[in-house]
């Protein structure tokens, strides 16, 4: 569990404001996580709790895919640990020098398509150029890329066991080909229910709390409802993105906030818009 000790003063807000972000922590090139850092600057104090992990899955067969890429048009990224697929496979099968001089060049002869600039980011430091990154989710990705000239050789997808169906659906309707595997599962963090306690004990009630997938509601939900009790009406829900808005709908629990895009910037933003008392 981290928690943000970086603020600016807010000139709009009375009070520094305790929000809980349900993800794990990244630190960036400046040693600190931006969401941390950027919700710091709307007079935020932001506490990073992880309710996932993550198990890798056929890997073996990733790798044998990753060594052809003859056989495909390009690459999907919608996810960070999908990235990490990729570098695993490299690591676990010795292929790091092969990947450097031979199979980057021929990937990147090809389209690789991302979600975000945090996966960008990721595939980039892996040696290969992106396109799509501006696209805030799967679905404008599915857009931009059915606006581009079709390939005839399929899109290579490592996904996870929960993939939104939005982005396979849309290159299918519009005659895209496209291979899925799924690389990674979701499962609960094994600390999840020890951290959420201890928040509650030490900081009380958050004014905001942001959902960062829908797999994270699932694991995190019942506890929240638990630690809250009748004051659970006083929390501003967020969420990273739509799929997660409407999971969160799904469970009857008002959504005061969609970030526009999957990015520090944008979910800054809308939680202090969200947040803002009347006559504040």
């Not at 849309?170 to 499962?187: H, N, R």
């Not at 709390?209 to 694991?219: A, E, Q, R």
């Not at 939900?221 to 993105?241: M, T, V, Y």
């Given at each position: 569990?981290?928690?943000?000790?970086?603020?600016?003063?807010?000139?709009?807000?009375?009070?520094?404001?305790?929000?809980?972000?349900?993800?794990?922590?990244?630190?960036?090139?400046?040693?600190?996580d931006p969401y941390i850092r950027e919700l710091g600057?709307?007079?935020?104090?932001?506490?990073?709790?992880?309710?996932?992990?993550?198990?890798?899955?056929?890997?073996?067969?990733?790798?044998?895919?990753?060594?052809?890429?003859?056989?495909?048009?390009?690459?999907?990224?919608?996810?960070?640990?999908?990235?990490?697929?990729?570098?695993?496979?490299?690591?676990?099968?010795?292929?790091?020098?092969?990947?450097?001089?031979?199979?980057?060049?021929?990937?990147?002869?090809?389209?690789?398509?991302?979600?975000?600039?945090?996966?960008?980011?990721?595939?980039?430091?892996?040696?290969?150029?992106?396109?799509?990154?501006?696209?805030?989710?799967?679905?404008?990705?599915?857009?931009?890329?059915?606006?581009?000239?079709?390939?005839?050789?399929?899109?290579?997808?490592?996904?996870?066991?929960?993939?939104?169906?939005?982005?396979?659906?849309?290159?299918?309707?519009?005659?895209?080909?496209?291979?899925?595997?799924?690389?990674?599962?979701?499962?609960?963090?094994?600390?999840?229910?020890?951290?959420?306690?201890?928040?509650?004990?030490?900081?009380?009630?958050?004014?905001?709390?942001?959902?960062?997938?829908?797999?994270?509601?699932?694991?995190?939900?019942?506890?929240?409802?638990?630690?809250?009790?009748?004051?659970?009406?006083?929390?501003?829900?967020?969420?990273?993105?739509?799929?997660?808005a409407r999971a969160l709908a799904a469970q009857g629990?008002?959504?005061?906030?969609?970030?526009?895009?999957?990015?520090?910037?944008?979910?800054?933003?809308?939680?202090?818009?969200?947040?803002?008392?009347?006559?504040?």
């Amino acid at each position: 569990m981290r928690s943000a000790r970086f603020m600016a003063p807010c000139k709009d807000c009375q009070a520094i404001m305790k929000v809980l972000l349900l993800k794990d922590p990244k630190e960036d090139d400046c040693g600190q996580d931006p969401y941390i850092r950027e919700l710091g600057l709307y007079g935020l104090e932001a506490t990073l709790i992880p309710v996932l992990s993550f198990e890798f899955l056929s890997l073996s067969s990733f790798s044998e895919k990753l060594s052809h890429p003859e056989g495909y048009g390009g690459l999907i990224f919608t996810s960070p640990r999908a990235v990490e697929a990729v570098e695993l496979c490299l690591e676990k099968d010795n292929k790091t020098e092969v990947w450097k001089h031979s199979l980057k060049e021929k990937w990147n002869a090809k389209s690789v398509y991302v979600v975000g600039s945090a996966t960008s980011s990721l595939v980039n430091k892996i040696g290969l150029d992106t396109e799509g990154e501006s696209c805030g989710n799967a679905e404008k990705l599915a857009e931009y890329i059915c606006s581009r000239e079709s390939p005839a050789l399929p899109l290579l997808f490592p996904c996870g066991t929960v993939k939104g169906e939005i982005l396979p659906k849309m290159l299918k309707d519009k005659g895209i080909p496209m291979e899925s595997i799924i690389v990674y599962q979701k499962v609960p963090h094994p600390g999840i229910q020890v951290n959420l306690h201890s928040y509650y004990s030490q900081q009380g009630i958050p004014a905001s709390i942001t959902f960062f997938s829908p797999s994270g509601l699932t694991h995190s939900l019942k506890h929240i409802q638990e630690l809250s009790g009748d004051n659970i009406g006083r929390i501003k829900f967020a969420a990273i993105g739509p799929s997660t808005a409407r999971a969160l709908a799904a469970q009857g629990l008002p959504v005061s906030c969609t970030a526009e895009s999957p990015t520090p910037p944008a979910l800054a933003k809308g939680l202090r818009l969200a947040l803002q008392a009347p006559g504040c």
